[in-house]
């Protein structure tokens, strides 16, 4: 039982490098989100994607773009990686956007942006 | 400016006893709110939920207590258990609003001394 599958876990960039950070899900699930968390900091939400062929800015979307590929996959890619993007990388999925609907996460990616 | 606030970045409780973590929001069209329990290299798990329509909501030996009229929730454990250490986040969203609109805290840091 999968649930949402992230990879890879850990990634290090050169600043200027591109990257993309995959995300799956096997529940059928129609929203998916990308967060980020930095050190005391809480979850912060890059991009979502309330349905397949949708996709949303989230609070803090500069430097990324999302691709919501098919429902189970919604990938996240950063262009022109910055040492300001070092952080963990959390994907989500719910089974629809709105209230009852509590999200599932990933295990997260650690990038580090040298 | 940070629209959901937990102030205690660590709460420290002995095996047994009530854990009390707590959680400010100033967004007075937030209705529904969430508590997310985080261990290490793992990714965030939903544990609790309420709707601004109750004023509790209990689920075994976790208990979240929503007060509108102070934009307070507290989320409280009893007994507390060496395995609840970890950390929590208090999260909030608006109603019929999308997950997208989920607000997480910089959480609280519980640790569960045997």
């Known amino acids: 039982n999968a649930g949402v599958t992230q990879t890879p876990k850990f990634q290090v960039l050169k600043t200027g490098q591109s990257m993309t950070l995959q995300c799956a899900q096997d529940m059928n699930h129609n929203s998916m989100y990308w967060y980020r968390q930095d050190p005391g900091m809480g979850l912060r939400l890059i991009y979502y994607?309330?349905?397949?062929?949708?996709?949303d800015k989230g609070e803090v979307p500069n430097g990324y773009n999302v691709s919501r590929l098919n429902k189970r996959e919604f990938s996240l890619r950063l262009e022109s990686a910055a040492p300001s993007q070092t952080s963990v990388y959390f994907c989500?999925?719910?089974?629809?956007?709105?209230?009852?609907?509590?999200?599932?996460f990933g295990q997260g990616t650690r990038l580090t942006v040298v | 400016d940070q629209q959901v606030k937990q102030n205690s970045p660590s709460l420290s409780v002995q095996e047994g006893r009530i854990s009390i973590l707590n959680c400010d929001y100033t967004n007075s069209m937030f209705d529904y709110f969430l508590w997310y329990k985080k261990y290490p290299a793992e990714g965030p798990t939903f544990l609790i939920s309420i709707s601004s329509i109750k004023d509790k909501n209990e689920d075994g030996r976790f208990t979240v207590f929503l007060n509108k009229s102070a934009k307070h929730l507290s989320l409280h454990i009893v007994p507390s258990q060496p395995g609840d250490s970890a950390v929590y986040f208090c999260a909030a969203s608006d109603y019929g609003g999308s997950q997208g609109n989920l607000i997480f805290g910089k959480g609280t840091k519980l640790s569960v001394k045997p």
């Open positions: 994607s309330a349905s397949e062929g949708t996709t």
């Open positions: 989500a999925s719910s089974e629809a956007t709105g209230p009852n609907t509590e999200a599932f």
